[in-house]
């Protein structure tokens, strides 16, 4: 009892070892790996370029801020008088700013439905309400950075 051998089919095809996929030529590779690299290395020139101009630029607001504060503090030395006027302006105008927010905020909590179903409604609470805010917020801005360091502030 002999048996012939018959040719088998493999299960698994042959395994390329090189380095190119799918049989691809590795000058390919290299081809493609260098093209890469090239694109990687503009992504960093242009990411370090990028922190070259938010450095300049931090530095250029940073420079103005303190040009600023420094102008600030030469006029309330040349005003102090008047720096001390703003401040106590300031005081009695964050009063009055309490005051007229929460009689806005009543207004609000007592037309609430009216205020969201009518648009005339809404259009006359901010017309009434807002340039008045808005002004008032202004010029307590104004005052509070013009006013004099509080006793406090000027020990620090």
């Known amino acids: 009892m002999t048996r012939e051998q018959q040719p088998t089919t493999p299960v698994f095809a042959p395994i390329s070892v090189g380095a190119g996929r799918h049989g691809e030529p590795i000058a390919h590779h290299a081809s493609h790996a260098s093209e890469q690299t090239e694109l990687l290395h503009q992504i960093l020139v242009a990411q370090d370029r990028q922190n070259e101009l938010l450095e ?11 040009q600023r504060v420094n102008e600030l503090n030469q006029w309330r030395q040349a005003n102090p008088d008047l720096a001390e006027a703003c401040r106590q302006a300031a005081e009695a105008l964050a009063q009055v700013q309490t005051e007229f927010l929460q009689s806005m905020t009543e207004e609000v909590r007592n037309n609430a439905e009216s205020l969201i179903d009518g648009e005339f409604v809404f259009n ?8 008045r805010l808005a002004h008032l917020n202004g010029v307590l801005q104004m005052l509070s950075q013009l006013s004099s360091p509080t006793e406090a502030g000027r020990d620090g």
Do not use: I, Y
């Open 124 to 131: 006359e609470f901010v017309d009434r309400f807002g340039p």
């Open 56 to 66: 300049e630029l931090v530095a250029n607001a940073t420079a103005a801020q303190r």
